[in-house]
């Protein structure tokens, strides 16, 4: 009994500041972009994102707490019971049902506890049901694709010229006076604000991953797979947003950068048109050429 009430309370403690610390991190501050925040993972421009930040968060404090606890009980117990104060050993610590029990019971707990908001999470980030918008995006040596599927536009993203020009080995071109260094692109990947977004994410050549921390969305474009993933951003929250391969794909890795445009459904709306007309009159056959060549075939059938 004695022992019970001994192991039982720092057990306790620990759910109940668990408990706590989740109450706690539901209400996080605003995001602050300087500091010591930049070394934490962003809070992301959509619902998803913030859940997963959210979550994330959780199970950090939960770390935390145990963390302490552990530690504060080791080294409390390595100065009280030190052998110059005259703490003599223990025995009946030994193979204790009891406390093995305890020890193995409350770690159980702790980890259901964390699996059931990690797992709700989980089911939602793969849940691809009621997509406004398909888009394909293909990874390869080094850049990317953009496909919307149900409007045949369809165009390739690479590094920006000027990160090009300044990344050349004795380029001379000093990194600093370019802007957004080896995080910008010709041709930004255009997507509507409020639309569940679907991409349907593949591979041309090698494993590619398509990462954008502010969507809460990475994941891997493998060739001849097609991986799924969504997002959702704010209304509020157009703009650009940069991204990058996550995953080593070779010599140019470091230079196949993702920049998302965002913008309103209305402009998208708009964009999504006049690239379609642009794209289609570019496929569009030739116009006739003039009677002289055509009465030049017949003659020759
Ligand atoms: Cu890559």
Redesign the pocket.
Known sequence: MMLRGKFASPALAVLALCAAVSAFAEEDPAPDASGWSQLNMTRGVTAMSRRIYDLHMLIFWVCVVIGIVVFGVMIWSIINFRKSKGAVPDVTLVHNTRVEFVWTVVPVIILIAMAVPAARTLVEIEDTTKTELTIKVT?FQ?GWQYDYLDNGVIYYSHLDRQSDAARELLSGIDPASVPHYLLNVDHPFVVPADTKVRLLITGADVI??WWVPDFGVKKDAIPGFVNEAWFKVDPDKTGLYRGQ?A?L?GRD?GF?PIVVDVRSKADFAAWLKEQAAAQKQAAAPPPPPAAAPVTAAASAS
């Open positions: 990874g080094w590619h991953s391969c995953e794909c890795h196949m």
